[in-house]
């Protein structure tokens, strides 16, 4: 969230309208005040955590971040936001029952919840605009028996050569730390093309050319760049 949030901040302060401030530093100040007074005192369904997730999750596309600013816009006026609905609720229990059977079953988690207690704490100091919520209770903390197997040690000897990884510089979902850990870790076996943009996602919906030469080059052809690729800033 610190690494994307910089874009939200520009865009909002390039769009006085929403008033939620003139510049960057304005617009960050009005994030920190708007979730203290929610927390103080939730407007509607919204309080500080909630508000906190909501900007968070439309941080994902450059596409949400004008709706992001009416919401903010909104709920600064003390205006009830809708929450957004999840969509196809069995749906969405299906994809997170899938995603638990894999996260709580290929790691050992703690399972006292004091221990999550005090991580939520301490993230709540160390990372302010994204709060507790991320180092909480989930059900992993319960999950029965052992992890399947040990996990996979990913190295630079022990596969194939043929691995592209795409990156976008700000991704508030899948970091550009955690790429170039794992870039580092398969050594000669991959490349990578790191993005100049923000938001979830290079390929094939993203809109930096560069990066989709790329990635439609190893696709159809197998071909990947020479070495690693680092992408301009495209306009929109």
């Known amino acids: 969230m610190a690494d994307r949030f910089p874009d939200f901040a520009a865009y909002a302060a390039k769009h006085p309208a929403y008033g939620q401030g003139g510049t960057p530093e304005q617009v960050t100040a009005k994030f920190f005040e708007l979730a203290g007074r929610l927390d103080a005192e939730p407007v509607g369904d919204f309080d500080g ?3 906190r997730g909501l900007t968070f999750d439309r941080l994902y596309s450059d596409a949400t971040l004008p709706k992001l600013a009416g919401e903010w816009q909104a709920l600064d006026r003390g205006e009830p936001v809708p929450v957004p609905p999840l969509d196809g609720v069995a749906g969405f229990e299906n994809l997170l029952a899938a995603r638990h059977y894999v996260v709580c079953g290929d790691s050992r988690w703690p399972t006292r919840v004091r221990d999550y207690q005090r991580a939520a704490a ?6 302010p605009m994204v709060g507790g919520s ?3 209770i989930v059900p992993c903390a319960f999950w ?10 990913i190295d630079g000897r022990g596969g194939p050569s043929n691995v592209l990884m795409l990156q976008n510089e700000r991704d508030p979902g899948t ?9 580092r870790a398969l050594g000669p076996r991959a490349r990578m093309v790191t ?18 030469d790329a990635a439609t080059a190893f696709l159809t052809t197998g071909q990947r760049p020479p070495r690693d690729l680092a992408c301009a800033a495209e306009p929109s």
């Open 49 to 51: 955590t909630l508000f």
């Open 144 to 153: 029965p028996g052992e992890p399947v197997e040990p996990p996979v040690r």
């Open 195 to 212: 993005v100049d943009q923000g938001g979830h996602g290079v390929y094939p919906f993203g809109r930096n050319v560069c990066a989709k």
């Open 122 to 127: 301490v993230d709540r100091q160390r990372y």
């Open 175 to 183: 970091p550009l730390a955690g790429a170039e850990k794992l870039r």
């Open 134 to 136: 991320t180092a909480s």
